[in-house]
């Protein structure tokens, strides 16, 4: 695999453009290619063989358009199919995403945690062992969060109705005293503004693209795969779905017009 190759990066939708765009900040010479399954969005409340089917499907058609590198930028999709796509295709690295309970569990002052994130990620044997691992001496209150997905696909980032299904799922955490809010699933980093609002200024507000973005350069490096060559690197979005519909919200995600969205058949 010549090192010039792409990145693949792949989410349910447009949520996953939250790690994009770190990994743009991160690896400014390096070719991505983001497909946003929006055929198939939201992924976690699907059945697990479904959405590992997805994994595997997506992340081979990434593959097919030479993408030296996948990027599963889903917490969904991470517990459905991570491991799965990993012993398929042992000869690709493949960077996953995780709630970020570890780096919680440093910063907490009150020694309680909350995590907002889909009832798949939440259920998950993946996120049970990292509060094993991670939740000693803290108390970690999860929250389920339904519609938040769509709010994001649906380019709603703020308003009325964005601001009280977030405090439906944000009151009941902050009334039992967390004092780090971890973001886990990707969409929501985009919820970011709205969220800080609600949770008031002593409330940290976690998420992981920064710390996947550097995950990503450490093994492309490990792997003699970093693109050395000069200049920066060219940005391909697709989606399963409409192209039109989908790159409003990209560009708006992207914060900067996208002017050509492909369909990937897949």
């Given at each position: ?9 792949f989410d349910?939708?447009v949520g ?192 992981t693209g ?57």
């Open positions: 695999m010549p090192s010039s190759a792409p990145i693949g990066v349910s939708g996953g453009l939250s790690i994009l765009i770190e990994i743009r900040k991160t690896l400014p010479n390096e070719d991505l290619f983001y497909i946003a399954d929006t055929a198939h969005c939201p992924y976690g409340v699907k059945p697990v063989e479904e959405i590992r089917k997805r994994v595997l499907d997506v992340s081979e058609y990434l593959m097919g358009l030479g993408a030296k590198a996948i990027v599963v930028a889903c917490n969904s999709a991470c517990v459905a199919g991570l491991d799965h796509i990993r012993e398929v295709h042992p000869e690709i690295p493949i960077v996953g995403v995780e709630p970020a309970v570890k780096p919680a569990h440093d910063k907490t002052r009150s020694g309680k945690i909350g995590v907002l994130a889909t009832d798949m990620t939440l259920s998950g044997e993946r996120f049970s062992l990292l509060v094993e691992k991670y939740g000693t001496g803290i108390e970690v209150y999860t929250q389920p969060a339904p519609g938040l997905v769509e709010l994001v696909e649906a380019g709603k980032l703020d308003g009325a109705e964005t601001e009280q299904i977030l405090k439906e799922y944000l009151v009941p955490m902050l009334e039992k005293g967390v004092d780090t809010l971890v973001l886990g699933c990707t969409h929501y980093p985009f919820l970011k503004p709205v969220i800080a609002r609600l949770a008031g200024p002593d409330v940290a507000i976690l998420d920064a710390a996947v973005a550097r995950q990503t350069a450490k093994v492309l490096s490990q792997k003699q795969l970093l693109n050395e060559a000069p200049g920066p690197g060219r940005t391909f979005f697709y989606t399963t779905e409409n192209p039109q519909e989908v790159s409003k919200v990209i560009g708006l995600l992207w914060n900067d017009p996208v002017d050509t969205v492909l369909k990937a058949e897949v």
